[in-house]
């Protein structure tokens, strides 16, 4: 289930183009899934960022989030284990 979530946070990130410079916040991850879920989201999160494939950016608002483009071939390979890029 974890893996499925990483997948899908990384597919949602990717496909609103999230890399390097352009972010969103930390606080919209887990928007478009069920509510129940939004905790462990945030939780593979914080767990994405650890593992350097998330890049965090405080800002005075909230926490900013986007694409590591460093890690690009390896965010792909975790995508397309779940969905068609």
């Given at each position: 289930m974890t893996e499925a979530i990483k997948a899908w946070i990384l597919f949602k990130l990717l496909r609103h183009r999230y890399w390097g410079e352009k972010h969103t916040s930390f606080d919209n991850l887990p928007k478009?899934?069920?509510s129940h879920l939004a905790k462990q989201i945030?939780?593979?999160g914080k767990e994405l960022?650890?593992?350097d494939l998330l890049l965090s950016k405080?800002?005075?608002y909230g926490q900013e989030i986007s694409l590591n483009p460093k890690k690009k071939e390896e965010i792909e390979?975790?995508?397309?284990k779940y969905y068609k890029i």
């Open positions: 478009g899934k069920p945030r939780n593979v960022i650890k593992d405080p800002a005075h390979k975790i995508i397309s």
